[in-house]
């Protein structure tokens, strides 16, 4: 518990302590199990099913690459590359450069939202939490 309020996501200002404990109570008690790697990644699948569960990053590599793979055509006959196409050649590239694919996507879409006006931050601590965090 004490990890969470030092990282920050403790509770907003307009929750109650018990609130949010209650929210978090399954993290909290989950905790000791974080450290077994097969059992750690079953019980987080289920209490965080939004997630989605996958066995091991080779899984993702492999599909990753097969759906790069699977927008060849796209290019070939000069259709429209979506967002996601975009993010399954940068992840696949990741896997197989031994890079920190994620962040390199979280960073990089940030900074394009950032050019493009879709997000326009309004401080210096909103834009480098916007480049290394998730929205």
Do not use: C
Not at 14 to 41: C, H, K
Not at 70 to 90: F, M, Q, S, T, Y
Request: glycine share 8%; no cysteine.
């Amino acid at each position: 518990m004490l990890s969470e309020i030092i990282a920050g996501r403790g509770p907003d200002d307009d929750e109650e302590w018990g609130e949010w404990f209650g929210e978090n109570v399954g993290m909290f008690a989950t905790y000791p199990l974080q450290s077994i790697p097969l059992l750690r990644d079953a019980v987080n699948a289920v209490i965080k099913p939004q997630f989605g569960y996958e066995l091991a990053p080779a899984a993702d590599a492999i599909d990753q690459t097969v759906r790069t793979l699977g927008n060849i055509p796209k290019l070939w006959n000069e259709e429209e590359i979506e967002r996601k196409d975009v993010k399954a050649a940068v992840m696949a590239a990741s896997y197989w450069g031994a890079l920190p694919g994620r962040q390199l996507w979280i960073t990089g879409e940030y900074l394009h939202d950032v050019a493009t006006g879709e997000e326009q931050p309004e401080s210096a601590l909103e834009f480098a939490e916007g480049a290394a965090f998730t929205r």
